[in-house]
């Protein structure tokens, strides 16, 4: 198969961890014989430092002209530490995503059979944990119209949804709770929120549609005290934007590291792949980041394009470093592996076999996590 890759490594650690990817990337296009083609643009702070946006005219260009987008890391403590900016680097995030017309990100959160000890949980509270985050990325909060008044005492977010947005991903969530253990659970604030109850309203009516999809309605504060108390009751989980943010670093460190998460943004067309971790400054340069919610990306990416067997060899090879304790300081406080030593043992260890290491081959590209 032939891909033309964006790669857009971004700020922080970004460009590390997609380096590793890359490196995984090129790997399976040698044992399966594939083609792929990979062209770097630029984003976040690196972009605004470069071309004055964080998004520019030639990446959404080098973007619309890919099959597919990886991404690295936004963000940049310089602006982070300037409320007053005028233009941010996050701001090149939410335009590349609408310019993509990506409105579900799937973030599957699963438990890493080696990494049980790691998690903050108990291992008794965490075994069995396999859920799947379905986070509304295109609307809400995170595009309504922000306000600051002249006198700087008084500021606004609009958060709005329509029908149209809800019913979407919310026809995605259940086809992939079909696919699964058949629940899916609608995080929101409805005692609160007016677009909290025309989510549900919307979402109660699909869900006749689903008959043999168990609905739960659970609100934000309840779902994330349950999320530590029994993670392994949630399957599919729907939310909007803000809450999906929030809940999915949340249930990263279920797994025993945010380093650990990948994520698929999917919608009209194009489709992006991105770790959920963030831009990671302090680490930036000292190769520590953990590559492998980028590398588990690049799996989901492969697994969107019906290259099933290369997802898989990827995550095998994840798992060997995981078994073999190849990992970054994150996961283990005294290795002395670094990102490209990771990187490079799981591009290594990628081999063409269907050599299973606990893995469950299902269709991440609906959900599935990849991971039991
Ligand atoms: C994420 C990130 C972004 C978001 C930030 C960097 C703007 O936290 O993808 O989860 O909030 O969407
Ligand atoms: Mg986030």
């Known amino acids: 198969m032939e891909l033309k890759i964006a790669l857009l490594p971004g700020d922080g650690i970004g460009p590390e961890v997609v380096a590793q990817a890359v490196k995984c990337l090129r790997a399976i296009e040698e044992i399966f014989n594939h083609k792929f083609t990979y062209t770097e643009g630029l984003i976040g702070a690196t972009s605004i430092y470069q071309t004055g946006v964080p998004l520019s005219e030639e990446t959404i260009k080098l973007c619309s002209d890919s099959d597919a987008v990886l991404f690295g890391a936004i963000g940049s403590p310089e602006f982070d530490d300037d409320l007053d900016a005028k ?115 919307v979402v109660k009516r699909i869900a006749e549609s689903y008959p043999d999809v168990e609905l739960e309605c659970l609100f934000i504060d309840n779902a994330i005290m349950q999320m530590i108390l029994n993670p392994s009751k949630f399957d599919v989980i729907l939310t909007e934007n803000l809450f999906g943010d929030i809940i999915s670093d949340e249930g990263s460190v279920i797994g025993g590291s945010i380093g650990l998460l990948p994520s698929a943004s999917i919608g009209e067309g ?58 970054t300081p994150d996961i283990n406080i005294k290795s002395k592996f670094g990102t490209n030593d990771v990187g490079d043992f799981i591009a290594t260890n990628i081999v063409d076999t269907d050599e299973t290491l606990n893995m469950n081959y299902e269709n991440i590209g609906l959900g599935k996590s990849t991971i039991i």
């Open 87 to 201: 233009v941010r680097p996050e701001s090149g995030l939410f335009q590349l995503r609408k310019e993509l017309g990506v409105f579900a990100n799937i973030r599957p959160v699963a438990v890493f059979p080696t990494l049980l000890k790691k998690s903050p949980l108990k291992e008794s509270v965490l075994r069995g944990t396999d859920f799947v985050i379905y986070r509304e990325i295109s609307s809400g909060i995170y595009s309504g119209d922000r306000k600051l008044s002249k006198d700087g005492t008084t500021a606004s977010d609009l958060c709005e949804y329509s029908e149209k947005e809800i019913s979407r991903i919310t026809h995605l969530a259940f086809k992939a709770a079909k696919k699964r253990r058949k629940k899916l659970t609608l995080i929101d604030k409805s005692n609160v929120l007016e677009t909290s109850r025309l989510w549900r309203r």
């Open 270 to 327: 194009k489709a992006m792949f991105e770790p959920i971790h963030g831009s990671y400054p302090q680490a930036k340069g000292k190769d520590i980041a953990n590559p492998i919610a980028t590398i588990l990306s690049a799996a989901m990416l492969l697994q969107h394009f019906g290259l099933e067997e290369e997802s898989r060899a990827v995550v095998s090879a994840v798992n060997k470093a995981l078994k073999k304790n190849i990992v």
